[in-house]
Every structure is written in C-alpha cells, then in structure tokens.
C-alpha cells in the first residue's frame, strides 16, 4: 500500500474545472511526437485550424519542452499541454515551458504532489479499477485510460465504469478512427486522445494541408 503524500485535497479538487473545460473543449487531444523542432510551430497551426484546440506534446524527444513553448507562443488561443510527463522534474520543466496540463502514462503520489505544488492540473494513467480507486481517494477523478486496446478496449473501461461511473476518462492507446466513436459514445468519456491524424509522411513532406484536413476529419468524429 502506498504511504498517502502531503496532498492539499481541496486544492487539487477546485483544479478539476480546469480538467473539465479542457476535456470537454474537443473530443479529440492529438498526441503529438516532435522529431524536428521547426516542424513544432506548423505542425500545430494545422491541427489548430483544423479544429483541435487541444494539443498534447509529448516529453518523449529533446525538442518536447522547446515546442511547448514555441506553440504556446505561436498559437495563445490553443491550449497546449505536455504528454509523457513522468518525474516531478517533468512536471516543473513542462510548467515552465508554458504547458497549460499534464498528461502522464501512469502515476506515482510524488508525481501528483509535485502538479499540485505547481498548481497545473494533471491527467494520470489508469487501467484498473485498484489504481483508479488509489487516485480518486486523492481527489483525482480525470484519467488517461492507457492503453486504451492492450488494457482490453471499451469492454475493460465499460468494466471500470460499472462501479465508478463518477470518474471522467480520456483514453489512449490504439484509438483510431474505427474505434474512436465507440470510445466517445461511453457517458465517461470526455475525449479521446490518438496519432492518426499526424501522418507520418505528411510531416516528413510539410504538408500541413494533408494535416490539417486529417484533423478536421477527426474533430468532425467527435460530433458525428
């Protein structure tokens, strides 16, 4: 059993509106690899003007931070936030590089200490009931369901639901445009995150036309 941190659970609960305007603005959160820090900027005007206001970059490559910080410069209106946020050092540099949220594989309790010291909310990952439960004992009812089709799809979540329906999920991992909807359609799901609409070839091209209409393609899903 994991010892309960210093958490300040009222404080971590009035961040969850925050959580909440962010999951609900768009169904669909991109999430985004940055493999060439010019790519950062266009790469997200297109998603942008193709309807995805939310963009989650992740920390997976050197140039993560440095595209948080460009985007958010580039794109205000956006609301951009850092993905594969692991470490409370993640959490520190993400926030000063101007992340609006986090996004995490999973989750330790210093991890969530260390977001509610930066006062930035925090979308962990879960696929249990056991560590969805850990978590809403510390005032944390948005998750990441991750991965999404290996943990076992929309029947394994519709399983965690069953006794858990307060808790609100974005999941991730293998959601594609087949399986997107069924995903969106669970009273639960507030979002959706995946890659699909970042072709890989479209990237390496520039053609940040092809990429903005696989995202309207993909904002127009969450509403279809």
């Not at 768009?26 to 790469?43: G, K, N, R, T, Y």
Request: net charge negative; aromatic share 4%; proline share 8%.
């Amino acid at each position: 059993m994991l010892a309960a941190p210093n958490i300040n659970i009222k404080i971590w609960k009035s961040r969850m509106k925050n959580l909440d305007e962010i999951m609900t603005m768009c169904p669909v959160i991109p999430v985004i690899v940055i493999d060439h820090a010019e790519d950062a900027v266009p790469l997200a005007t297109a998603l942008y003007n193709g309807g995805l206001k939310v963009l989650e970059v992740t920390l997976r490559t050197e140039f993560g931070l440095g595209a948080i910080s460009a985007i958010s410069k580039a794109l205000p209106d956006a609301v951009v936030g850092a993905g594969t946020v692991i470490t409370p050092e993640d959490v520190r540099k993400a926030k000063a590089a101007g992340a609006e949220f986090l996004v995490s594989p999973g989750c330790t309790l210093s991890l969530l200490k260390a977001a509610q010291e930066e006062q930035i909310p925090l979308l962990p990952g879960v696929n249990s009931p056991s560590e969805a439960m850990l978590l809403l004992e510390h005032g944390q009812r948005h998750l990441k369901f991750f991965p999404a089709e290996a943990a076992g799809g929309v029947p394994m979540l519709k399983s965690i639901l069953g006794p858990l329906p307060q808790l609100l999920f974005c999941p991730t991992g293998g959601v594609n445009p087949g399986n997107a909807a069924e995903y969106l359609s669970l009273p639960s799901v507030a979002c959706v995150g995946g890659t699909w609409m970042l072709d890989k070839a479209a990237i390496a091209a520039g053609d940040w036309a092809e990429i903005e209409r696989l995202s309207r393609l993909a904002a127009g899903l969450a509403t279809s």
